[in-house]
Nanobody, 122 residues
Framework: QVQLVESRGGSVQAGGSLRLSCAAS????????MGWFRQAPGKEREGVAA????????YYVESLKGRFTISRDNAKNTLYLQMNLLKPEDTAMYYC???????????????WGQGTQVTVSS
């Protein structure tokens, strides 16, 4: 049984940083495409970043490039999202997800975490 468990998010002031983690079990993240998604209140879920199984390639939505970094620790089977220079518009529920096969944010993901809330105040 695959489980993806995100760390607790949190509240931070604009300009601050947070790091989210996603611990996987029942799945080896180095063999899967891993992604981060987010959903703000009243908005559709959107992709944030993805990392390929090789770890050599990553993809970010254009608006988040330079502020967010996706990474993983294969030994810990854990995915991370480092978020810097946070803005109030980054406030959302953040989800990690995994899929096998082609990688990127436009594909459907098979496995999802429960989500963790990130709130950025101005």
């Amino acid at each position: 049984q695959v489980q993806l468990v995100e760390s607790r998010g949190g509240s931070v002031q604009a300009g601050g940083s947070l790091r989210l983690s996603c611990a996987a079990s029942g799945l080896t993240i180095s063999r899967a495409c891993m992604g981060w998604f987010r959903q703000a209140p009243g908005k559709e879920r959107e992709g944030v970043a993805a990392i390929w199984p090789s770890g050599l390639s990553t993809y970010y939505v254009e608006s988040l490039k330079g502020r967010f970094t996706i990474s993983r620790d294969n030994a810990k089977n854990t995915l991370y999202l480092q978020m810097n220079l946070l803005k109030p518009e980054d406030t959302a529920m953040y989800y990690c997800a995994a899929r096998y096969g082609a990688c990127g944010l436009s594909y459907s993901y098979n496995y999802w975490g429960q989500g963790t809330q990130v709130t950025v105040s101005s």
